[in-house]
């Protein structure tokens, strides 16, 4: 199920952003830009603050956070992690939903978000599209990523491959 961040989630989010990056996100970046983008001895006030902002959504299942994500009022899609056991389960697709549905209800209608090569192809099947490749630093490493962005409706829609169902 898909919740609203509670500042008591910190540090389980923090834990999953880093085992998300060093286990999924390490088979398309290097040692060195893997350790600048997840250092072992995170700043958990920047990311207190970061999270204490805009619309920030877990998703947990029994009890365990499986992935979370945030957007901010300026429709900047800037996190979206899934812990390493939970890939390809729903988990980033339902925090994309929730997303949508928070950023249409304040009336944005146009979200930017910059990806790691990793998740290029899930934003790319959500509909973004890549504005342009480019390189960022953290910690004195370059990091190639790419500026994608996406239109969205008032309403969410259902991606043409959803199963459909008939309402009488």
Known sequence: MVRDYKSSDLEALVGLFQRSVREVASR???????S????????LDAWARRLDAGGVFVYEHNAEISGFARVDDTGCFDLLYVHPKTQRQGVARALFDRVISWAASRGIRHLHAEVS???QPFFERMG???VKEQTVERRGVSLRNVRMEKQIDAEPS???DAPQTTRR
């Not at 398309?28 to 893997?34: A, F, G, I, M, W």
């Not at 600048?36 to 700043?43: D, F």
């Open 28 to 34: 398309d970046y290097s040692p060195l830009e893997v």
């Open 36 to 43: 600048a983008w997840a250092p072992e001895l995170p700043e």
């Open 117 to 119: 090569v990793t998740a």
């Open 128 to 130: 973004f599209h890549v």
């Open 158 to 160: 259902v991606p043409e």
